[in-house]
């Protein structure tokens, strides 16, 4: 039972360019979760799904999107990356009780 | 809408010592609390949850918490702390709802350091 997992662990982008940040997980949890973490600022929710094929907007969606077409993976895809966006990302699932985060990605714009 | 307050954003501390790390927060109907603890390059870690019942909750690694309603608080403490407690903490937050589908509002975090 590996969690939550996510892929790549860091990554440096260049102003313009896109990626996408995999997640992972094999709880069979509905719920899941996509949170940036910048210093001082706690976690703000990016967007979250509640199951494969329904997702919305969290509290900072602006230059990503998601999609969800199975109860595993969520991928949140970067467009247009601007430096703003350099931050930790954080995938997490959630069994409606409490939830599960994976290790996380580290990701510069420059 | 919930917000959640941490009230020191850096505690240091003496290994051995007490420490307690203080989150308030705000809501218009009840709600479920949650402590994490993140550890250097480390995602998120459980570390106690408030769903109903008593208001003292304990939780892993010593620490424990107690939920104050009237206060709207729920405190975080550790009589005893170890240099392995050094870590980020965060409270959060969730509405106790169907309609909240498990988000999380967190606090800002705080830097708790042990000094030996």
């Known amino acids: 039972n590996a969690g939550v997992t996510q892929t790549p662990k860091f990554r440096i982008l260049k102003i313009g360019q896109s990626m996408t940040l995999q997640c992972t997980q094999d709880?069979?949890?509905?719920?899941m979760y996509w949170y940036r973490q910048d210093p001082g600022m706690g976690l703000k929710l990016i967007y979250y799904s509640v199951g494969a094929g329904i997702t919305d907007k969290g509290e900072v969606p602006n230059g990503y999107n998601v999609s969800r077409s199975t109860t595993e993976d969520f991928p949140l895809r970067l467009e247009l990356a601007a430096p703003s966006q350099t931050s930790v990302y954080f995938c997490a699932s959630s069994d409606n009780y409490e939830q599960y985060f994976g290790p996380g990605t580290r990701l510069t714009v420059t | 809408a919930q917000s959640v307050t941490q009230l020191d954003s850096q505690v240091p501390v003496f290994e051995e010592a007490p420490v307690e790390l203080r989150c308030n927060y705000s809501s218009s109907v009840s709600v479920y609390l949650f402590w994490y603890v993140q550890y250097p390059n480390q995602g998120l870690q459980l570390l106690l949850k408030y769903l109903s019942g008593s208001t003292l909750v304990k939780g892993i690694n010593g620490f424990e918490a107690e939920f104050n309603k009237s206060q709207t608080s729920f405190h975080l403490r550790k009589p005893s702390v170890h240099i392995s407690d050094t870590a980020e903490y965060f409270c959060?937050?969730?509405?106790?709802?169907?309609?909240?589908?498990?988000?999380?509002?967190f606090g800002q975090g705080t830097i708790l350091t042990v000094h030996p």
């Open positions: 959060a937050v969730r509405i106790d709802g169907g309609t909240s589908y498990g988000k999380l509002t």
């Open positions: 709880m069979n949890h509905n719920y």
